[in-house]
């Protein structure tokens, strides 16, 4: 039998909306303005701004496929477009993050000087922009691995920009040239850490690997103790998509299966697992051995 729990999915639709106009918008005044500087630190956070425009778009068309309905080829719709967004945008980022390094290395044996004020300025209304749109996506980060991707690359931009600000202080101050790349390598590190997780959780995902917030040990001990089951065979968990679990049983009866059995197995498991799509079939001891999943030829 098969249970299907529909979960509220919030509607990230504006805020989609609202952090691209904004980071179009900087990440072509950092770019103009990154080049007028000669900082490399300003045109290495236009460049992953650039990046994260790419990331919001391709997780915002993912959040919208992901809602349809569906069909005969695909039974489960296109909820998995969405796992799929997420590690493009963590490969994405990666490919940008060597760049970014590959350039402020070879800035060490050229130092250049930079305007520092324009630096500082510029990367500071980068702040508040990051910032802003990154608590447009805080409410689900957690819960969400799409909407926690858009989430980090705000955030790492933010902690980024805020570094170009403090570059731009220490150039304008001591005249240290070479801070330009240094800064721009942390960028490298910071946005390198903050993404590790994503591109690890997005490749699980991909690979249908039970979900970190699925306790695997404590869900068979609670199949395994539930009334009249002499045991459980074929019990598989896997992410549908971002937002979605969903599980797959096959419960050996002692005796005939209790009245709303079924149903109460599908609620505790949606309410104290969060698996929202549970498929579980029933079978006698005499079945089990006829069973071509527990006995396969």
């Given amino acids: 039998m098969s249970h299907d729990h529909s979960h509220h999915v919030s509607n990230y ?50 959040s919208v496929l992901a809602k349809k309905a569906a069909t005969e080829k695909r039974t489960y719709g296109l ?81 980024v920009s805020l570094g170009v600000v403090i570059a731009g202080a220490l150039i304008w101050w001591k005249g240290w040239l070479w801070i330009d790349p240094v800064i721009s390598l942390l960028i490298v590190a910071v946005i390198f850490i903050g993404t590790w997780n994503l591109l690890k959780d997005s490749m699980n995902y991909t690979l249908d690997a039970v979900p970190d917030k699925i306790d695997m040990p404590a869900l068979r001990k609670y199949l395994e103790n539930l009334p009249d089951v002499a ?33 109460q197995i599908q609620h505790h498991l949606h309410d104290e697992f969060s698996i929202e799509h549970a498929t579980i079939q029933i079978e006698s001891e005499a079945d089990e051995a006829h069973c071509s999943l527990e006995h396969p030829h």
Avoid at 99 to 110: G, K, L, Q, T, Y
């Fill in 231 to 263: 045991r459980i065979h074929d019990l598989h968990v896997w992410p549908l998509s971002t937002t979605e679990v969903a599980l797959t049983v096959h419960l050996v009866m002692k005796d005939s299966t209790p009245r709303g059995f079924l149903h």
């Fill in 79 to 159: 909820r998995k477009v969405t796992v799929v967004a997420s590690l493009i945008s963590a490969a994405m980022l990666l490919a940008a993050l060597g760049v970014i390094a590959w350039e402020a290395i070879a800035r060490f044996s050229e130092p250049a000087p930079v305007a520092s004020i324009t630096m500082m300025v510029v990367a500071a209304i980068g702040v508040v922009i990051n910032t802003a749109t990154a608590l447009l996506f805080m409410g689900d980060h957690q819960h969400d691995l799409n909407i926690k991707g858009a989430f980090l690359h705000m955030a790492a931009d933010a902690a």
């Fill in 13 to 62: 639709n504006r805020a989609f909306a609202i952090g691209i106009v904004l980071n179009v918008f900087f990440t072509t005044v950092e770019f103009i303005y990154g080049f007028a500087a000669d900082s490399l630190a300003l045109i290495a956070d236009a460049g992953h701004n650039l990046s994260d425009v790419l990331s919001l778009l391709l997780a915002w068309g993912a």
